[in-house]
């Protein structure tokens, strides 16, 4: 097995190397410049890791890395104009450094250059890749739209969020599961099973998200706590607090929830508060417990050697680590 | 060979029977919005034209000229929030009648519709088609950045002009001969020349309605004449006059082009007589006529029975009679 920190400098040389496409300047920038700007990678690199576990190499599984990556990064390009974002990753949006029509343009190329990625595979297993990344990007912009519904929706059950992160998150990491099973050429069996693994650990990620959002600490979430409760957003967290609470508590939560008056940090705590002693907190502990467990129990159904199997264990068990 | 009402009749049942897809609806109703909104189909009757020209049927040409139709439709549905237009066919645009972030999402998912109906296709065919797909798309994506330079470009030569209009237009055009050629499974040679015959006709249909624009009838046309000069887009009218001109002459051209006090008609009107009276009308003209008659040339050099190519230089001929 190679390290994650080769991984993730072969898979930044070689999105280097293949975003060599320069005019118009204008369209291309905006690409270059939001890919350039990091990002934990952690799509491509899901690729990669199993690519690696199943056939010892990762070189065959860069095209197919990168285009999860260009993708996932056209998504970013095209939420920010539709969240009027202006900061990512530390840096400027696309649409606030340039304009929305850049972002525009710039994002629709993106998606079109994850297609392109996908050219360096032949016969049945680019005709694979091609169909799933083509299955997923319609399930994405699914998500993406229940999203943006939820947040004109006075209620939000449960099962509509599940749904909804399912395919705006879960959705694109499965595929990220999938193609490093594809290019390693793993069973039909396996590759069936990393889609499942990937679909759980998706949602336990996305989850785990939701909970750092609110209760991680922001040198780690690297970006500020709170945010999900300053602008509203109908998380796991809020939708469980209002089933939970009762009576004046659920008034007081939901007027809460919904001031504008209140000053940022004092909000946040109150918010916090609520979400602790209604249990939702620890809901969402669980939640994340459970879906990670089913990632994990769905291991063990592979084909693979069993020292394999636990470092695949170990892997996933790195990235949901964060909540404690 | 079938009737072109029926190419259409079909092609609209086929639309209409593969749109398919119902939730979220506030994602999937702009798309089947937009594609029942009519538009004149130009570009897959001609898959549907051509491959009824070389294998004698167009059922297995309906997904290919299904996808060029939703492609095209999604490069309107951007282009419009770009342009900040209203109206699309008589009707609002989907920016206008949701909003811009609607347009962005639903034109994202008619992007990935139009490579999901090439999934009717197997093995070779559906690798050379959706290939095909993919490059024409970013040459698009780069005709229509080229497109947007020139609004804020000084001069703009004819030779870039050339070359915006090839990719942003005439591209999608020879993909969609070409894509004739690949469901009817005609020689590797043919595909080529087909190819070329559809960027010179693209070519032609591009500068035609440069030309219809500013000397066309509205009736005929569909929509209101003058309609460039008001955006004071830099088409090829204005590049060669701005060419041809000297001295006073110029300089009152380009007063009156820049000019925002003059009456839309008036200005119309007078913009019209600079074209006349430079030469340009009548250079555009004969520059129609090169790249219809190089198209022409090309067809007599496919391999195919005389009579079916005295139909298609009939049915080419028709479509670019528009201009006396």
């Known amino acids: 097995m190679g390290k994650f920190s080769n991984y993730i400098n072969d898979l930044n ?17 905006p690409v270059k410049y939001i890919l350039q700007n990091g990002g934990k990678r952690v799509r491509p690199l899901f690729t990669l890791f199993i690519s690696d576990l199943f056939s010892g190499k990762i070189d065959n599984a860069l095209p197919a890395a990168a285009s999860i990556e260009i993708f996932h990064n056209f998504t970013l390009v095209h939420d920010d104009i539709m969240d009027n974002a202006i ?3 530390g840096t400027n949006t696309i649409n606030n450094k340039w304009n929305n029509n850049t972002a525009i343009l710039s994002g629709d190329v993106m998606l079109i250059l994850s297609y ?53 998150t879960a959705e694109l990491i499965a595929c990220s599961f999938k193609f490093g099973g594809i290019v390693s050429e793993a069973s039909e069996t396996n590759i069936q099973n990393l889609y499942k693994i990937g679909k759980n650990m998706g949602i336990a990620f996305q989850l785990e998200d939701d909970y750092l959002d609110s209760f991680g600490e922001s040198k780690d979430f690297g970006k500020k706590i709170g945010g999900d409760i300053l602008e509203k957003k109908k998380t796991l967290l809020y939708i469980l607090s209002k089933e939970n609470l009762e009576g004046e508590d659920k008034d007081l939560f939901l007027d809460t929830f919904n001031s504008s008056n209140l000053g940022e940090d004092e909000k946040i705590e109150n918010i916090k508060q609520f979400y602790i002693l209604s249990g939702s907190k620890k809901a969402l502990e669980d939640y994340i417990k459970k879906f990670y467990d089913i990632a994990i129990d769905l291991i063990n159904d592979l084909e693979l050697e069993e020292d394999k199997k636990d470092t695949f264990k170990q892997y996933c068990s790195s990235l949901i680590n964060r909540v404690s």
Request: hydrophobic share 30%; aromatic share 12%; charged share 25%.
């Open 13 to 29: 040389n070689y999105i280097d190397k293949n975003l060599s496409f320069n005019d118009p300047n204008n369209l291309y920038d």
């Open 87 to 89: 900061i990512r990753r």
């Open 116 to 168: 392109n990625l996908l050219r360096n595979y032949k016969d049945q297993t680019y005709i694979q890749l091609s169909k799933e990344l083509n299955n997923t990007a319609r399930l994405v912009c699914e998500g993406q739209q229940y999203d943006i519904d939820f947040s004109n929706q006075q209620n939000v059950q449960l099962d509509e969020y599940f749904k909804m992160i399912e395919l705006k």
